[in-house]
């Protein structure tokens, strides 16, 4: 049996990979059974984005229906309604249990000073400062318990993402990721592995945070472990929900919805899904040329073929017309899960609002300087520069401050 300690040393990331390699927890993972609920909205959407894209949904691919009929001609659930699926069962789970708090594992009962606990949400406020400056900025306006909660989800994604895309990425094994999952459900039953654990153990005893957003992003690293294609935008889609549609998921429990909020807890869960997923399609065509230069291609294999490119177009990395028409429609689209996002924003807490705001402003800029390179994303990184940076803040700021959508839209209708 594994003997699992609070490590007074205060670990970096490294550290974490050093540990679930050399470490000896073992677990099987088991993912949620998942059931097909077609969804009128759901369908609206997905055939919206296609037309407005001017693609051709292909018939073989789910993707714009929450059924369809795959190449062997059976009935298959599409990606953005097995999420859909995730999304409804988070938003409830966040309702019954905001109606009878469970008391879980209080700081005081875990075999930590408190000195230890702040000390553990000190450092993960250091690496979320030295890893995303602006956000950390933006955390500085939540509440305190707010700010270290996001901080310690903050970095256990860190590590998680470290994990295959970190200096030690060429030896982790879907073991060393079994390890990490057991290590992850250890945490969720008050038994931290080292401090960085120990700060998302007190957080998740703070908040009514589920297993299955941090669990799915695990499963997102193990799938960037054997796929380097993506066939169409119903992977690719499942992909970005795990790697990032999951930190929307995380955060909006932390987060908090406005009390005086009209809106519906899903509607606020589908909204922060779609920011992760809007930065995550954007984080692809931004890397374009450093992904294709480690073998990889996530750019749906299916719309490329339909735009007359192939995978040599993008290892060749010259712009042509045809590959400024692709990006185009690869731009619409990521835009499109930004406005879906910004509907959400208004109705979270109001001094949660923004650093949301600000990471959506500052991230959906990255489309802009993509469009300024002239879609060069193959040796040109589009990157925003300081004084837009900082431009954004008080714009965020701004907009922190309007009342909730939810709120505008029916006081509107009295
Ligand atoms: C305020 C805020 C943004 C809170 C979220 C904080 C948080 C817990 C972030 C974790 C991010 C993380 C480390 C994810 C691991 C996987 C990963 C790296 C995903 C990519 C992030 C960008 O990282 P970077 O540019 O450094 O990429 P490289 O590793 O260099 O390639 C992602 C693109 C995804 C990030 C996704 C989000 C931040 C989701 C944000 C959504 C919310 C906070 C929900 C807000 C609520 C509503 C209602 C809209
Ligand atoms: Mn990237």
Request: contains cysteine.
């Amino acid at each position: 049996m594994a003997i699992i300690l609070v490590r007074a040393a205060s670990p970096g990331l490294s550290d974490a990979v050093r540990d679930i390699h050399h470490g000896s927890l073992q677990c099987s993972p088991s993912l949620p059974k998942r059931r097909p609920v077609p969804s009128p909205r759901r369908w609206m959407l997905c055939s919206l984005r296609y037309a407005c894209l001017g693609l051709d949904p292909p018939r073989t691919s789910a993707v714009y229906s929450s059924l369809a009929v795959n190449p062997a001609g059976e009935a298959v659930v599409s990606s953005e309604q097995k999420v859909y699926d995730v999304v409804l069962k988070q938003a409830a789970l966040l309702k019954r249990q905001l109606r009878t708090p469970v008391i879980g594992v209080r700081p005081q009962d875990m075999e930590m000073p408190r000195t230890g606990l702040k000390e553990a949400y000190h450092r993960c406020g250091d690496i979320c400062e030295e890893y995303a400056k602006t956000f950390y900025l933006g955390t500085l306006l939540m509440t305190e318990e707010r700010r270290r909660a996001i901080w310690a989800i903050y970095v256990w994604c860190r590590r998680t993402d470290e994990l295959v895309d970190g200096p030690n990425a060429n030896y982790i094994t879907p073991t060393a990721l079994d390890r990490w999952e057991k290590r992850l459900e250890d945490l969720f039953a008050g038994r931290p592995y080292d401090m960085l654990d120990a700060a998302l153990s007190d957080t998740i005893s703070r908040f009514p945070i589920d297993i299955q957003p941090f669990r799915d992003m695990i499963e997102g690293m193990r799938s960037d472990l054997k796929k380097a294609r993506y066939k169409n935008f119903d992977e690719l889609y499942m992909y970005c929900y795990y790697v990032a549609g999951t930190v929307g998921l995380m955060s909006v429990p932390v987060m908090g919805i406005a009390p005086e909020s009209k809106a519906t807890t899903e509607s606020v869960y589908s909204a922060a899904l779609a920011l992760g997923i809007a930065n995550q399609l954007t984080n692809i065509l931004r890397d374009v040329g450093e992904d294709a230069r480690r073998g990889r291609v996530y750019l749906p294999q299916d719309e490329l073929a339909q735009a007359g490119l192939s995978d040599e177009d993008i290892f060749r990395g010259v712009v042509t017309n045809r590959w400024r028409k692709f990006m185009k429609q690869q731009i619409t689209r990521a835009r499109m899960f930004f406005e879906e996002a910004e509907r959400g924003v208004t109705e979270l807490s109001q001094a949660s609002r923004w650093p949301v705001w600000a990471s959506l402003l500052l991230y959906r800029q990255i489309l802009d300087e993509i469009e300024a390179n002239d879609y060069n994303n193959f040796t040109k990184r589009a990157y925003v520069g300081k004084g837009k940076k900082l431009l954004a803040l008080p714009v965020a700021y701004g907009k922190s401050l309007l009342l909730p959508c939810s709120l505008r839209n029916s006081q509107n209708q009295n």
